[in-house]
């Protein structure tokens, strides 16, 4: 990191300074006490009304125009964003996401590839792409290399010594870093192998399509290990975003030996495996699941699934130790998993966030979807988890109406 990245103006830092002092100012709202207690509730499934969290995504962008941002250090436009985000969500979107008062800055790293990358084209500003995929033969395996992680510690300092200096004294600041988003694997194979081939191994080439899983399973294994001996893992127990939609507030974890060092087992856990959707349940048991087990099996809790339909499946994934939270996507058998979840797993539905992104928002449409889904999983522990957006149509009201909406028929149960 250089100078000119941490060298921001007085009205810089002031304007950081006012927006931090806003999100103290929420944080410290009884209403966030209450809200942390209803998380911690619910993952302990207990019994609660659902819970309601929305995060826009893509579309934070249409709720925070780059014009609306008055920094124009980049390091402080992103602190400016964020900042604003926290605010929109306390004062504006109002679901039941806490406000915490803390900043965290991530660790100043580099990540390598497996020894191969794919060459993508496309896929700018959050748009779809394709991609060629570099592992053509199976022959060329043994070009493979578990990726390295490279911490720039002095840069990482500085940038967590920046940001206290700035707002340390209104904001705990906290070195904090989200080393993955998932642990599926799958999305990896298919950058390095491409969907269709993948398919096709299953069939045609299935002991080099194993052998490559427990290539990708045992770098996911050897980075955890890295991880874990440099000290680099945070607990994810508190506004920690987990799995594919949910926060991490429990006292389940940490573990009752631990001592300060944190290790997977003291963690939530998650896996995923949208990209192969298109596979029967008998090959996903196969040449999935058996490679995830190992990983997620470290975990203290775990999460599992994201937009792939896990009905189909559900059979093989309750097969995950100290499974905790499961994606019920849009396009999964509501019905069915509300009676094979019921009050023993987290039922972390998610409504179609096309219905957001509309040329007109049908409000009579989407609550009557939100009353259908509640009702179908009234004797289950819900959250409702409005994710995965696009594009919200230029129309920041609609995440707000979306909210007071699921709430509304949340209420009514």
């Not at 806490?98 to 800055?105: A, G, L, N, R, S």
């Not at 010594?161 to 209104?170: C, N, P, R, S, V």
């Not at 094979?340 to 989407?366: H, T």
């Not at 957006?389 to 007071?404: M, S």
Request: hydrophobic fraction near 40%; proline fraction near 5%; glycine fraction near 6%.
């Amino acid at each position: 990191m250089n100078d000119q990245q941490t060298t921001l103006t007085t009205k810089e830092r002031q304007l950081l300074r006012t927006l931090a002092q806003q999100v103290a100012e929420l944080a410290a709202r009884p209403i966030e006490a209450e809200k942390r207690d209803l998380w911690r509730r619910h993952n302990a499934l207990q019994s609660t009304r659902p819970v309601i969290f929305c995060d826009p995504e893509n579309g934070w962008h249409e709720i925070i125009r780059p014009e609306q941002l008055a920094c124009e250090n980049e390091l402080a436009r992103e602190w400016e964003f964020r900042l604003r985000r926290e605010i929109f969500w306390g004062t504006q979107m109002c679901d039941d996401r806490v406000i915490v008062p803390f900043f965290d800055v991530a660790h100043v790293a580099t990540e390598s590839d497996w020894g191969m990358h794919e060459t993508r084209v496309g896929g700018q500003h959050g748009g779809a792409y394709t991609w060629d995929p570099p592992l053509k033969e199976y022959a060329d395996l043994l070009k493979l290399r578990f990726p390295t992680i490279a911490v720039d510690a002095a840069a990482t300092q500085q940038r967590a010594a920046l940001a206290d200096e700035i707002l340390g004294d209104l904001l705990t600041v906290r070195v904090k870093t989200l080393w993955w988003w998932t642990l599926g694997m799958t999305w990896t194979l298919v950058n390095l192998r491409g969907m269709m081939q993948i398919m096709y191994d299953m069939v045609d080439a299935p002991d080099e399509l194993h052998q490559v899983m427990a290539f990708l399973r045992d770098g996911h294994l050897a980075k955890l290990d890295w991880l874990e001996q440099e000290g680099l893992l945070s607990l994810n127990n508190d506004g920690t975003y987990v799995g594919s939609g949910g926060f991490g507030w429990t006292d389940d974890l940490p573990q009752p030996d631990f001592i300060g060092r944190v290790r997977t087992c003291d963690l939530w856990g998650f896996g995923e495996s949208q990209e192969t959707v298109g596979v029967s349940p008998k090959m996903f048991a196969e040449f999935v699941l058996p490679y995830q087990l190992p990983i997620l099996s470290r975990f203290g809790l775990n999460c599992y699934g994201c937009c792939e339909p896990l009905d189909q499946r559900w059979e093989y994934v309750k097969q995950i130790p100290r499974l905790r939270r499961v994606s019920v996507s849009p396009w999964s058998n509501r019905a069915f998993m509300a009676e094979q979840l019921g009050a023993n797993y987290i039922l972390s539905m998610k409504p179609n966030p096309a219905d957001l992104a509309r040329d007109s928002f049908d409000e009579e449409k989407v609550r009557g979807i939100l009353r259908a889904d509640l009702r179908a999983t009234r004797d289950c522990r819900v959250e409702v988890i409005m994710k995965d957006n696009h594009t919200i149509c230029n129309d920041p009201h609609r995440v707000v109406r979306w909210v007071q909406m699921a709430r509304e028929e949340a209420e009514k149960l």
